[in-house]
């Protein structure tokens, strides 16, 4: 069964965005980059809510046919690992989407997990409030955060306040060139304990 991972940088403080939304902190470079293109490649489809959606499709699709003058080599190549990989928008408002995106009205559990049955790679869900309401229903597997080395002082929490308890063993780590840190947490299910 395909596992969906919430994949997500944030700050050393916790936070996913500053206070206007600006994500100008994160320290990706070519090395972590390469990372993130071999993960997304892997998998069978990005989860995100309309906001994130948004911004990549923004970007994204001309974004090896048009390069700007800072792109590099990881950038133009993940453009068509973007474009071509299924994409599942979950929007009340959006009406259509483009770039092999199926809009979704709610996160229905029994949809996801029906999504989770199906045959293909993992599953990678990014964005704050999204994320939130999977953990509300228990439908995250994994967490891949990656951990920049700066403290932004505010925005936006990636984890908000919840009621419940889950438990997790450490699956990896690993420190890149620039200083960032991945860490891949699994769930521990509450028979193994």
Request: proline share 0%; hydrophobic share 40%.
């Given at each position: 069964m395909r596992k969906v991972i919430l994949m997500m940088s944030i700050s050393l403080d916790g936070y996913f965005e500053g206070p206007n939304r600006e994500i100008d902190w994160h320290m990706v470079d070519e090395e972590l980059h390469r990372y993130f293109n071999?993960?997304?490649r892997n998998m069978g489809g990005l989860l995100s809510g309309?906001?994130?959606h948004q911004l990549m499709a923004d970007f994204w699709p001309t974004a090896d046919t048009d390069p700007g003058p800072d792109s590099s080599e990881a950038m133009v190549e993940f453009a068509g690992i973007w474009r071509d990989i299924p994409k599942y928008v979950f929007s009340r408002t959006l009406e259509h989407a483009d770039w092999n995106t199926t809009v979704v009205r709610e996160v229905v559990p029994e949809e996801i997990r029906a999504l989770k049955e199906q045959a293909g790679g993992?599953?990678?869900?990014?964005?704050?409030e999204l994320a939130a309401e999977f953990m509300r229903h228990d439908l995250i597997d994994e967490f891949h955060l990656c951990v920049h080395p700066v403290l932004i002082g505010r925005g936006r929490r990636l984890f908000h306040e919840a009621d419940s308890f889950t438990h997790l063993r450490l699956a990896e780590s690993r420190t890149f060139g620039n200083g960032v840190v991945l860490l891949r947490?699994?769930?521990v299910s509450s028979d193994s304990q």
């Open positions: 071999q993960q997304v309309r906001v994130t993992d599953l990678a869900v990014s964005g704050a947490y699994e769930r």
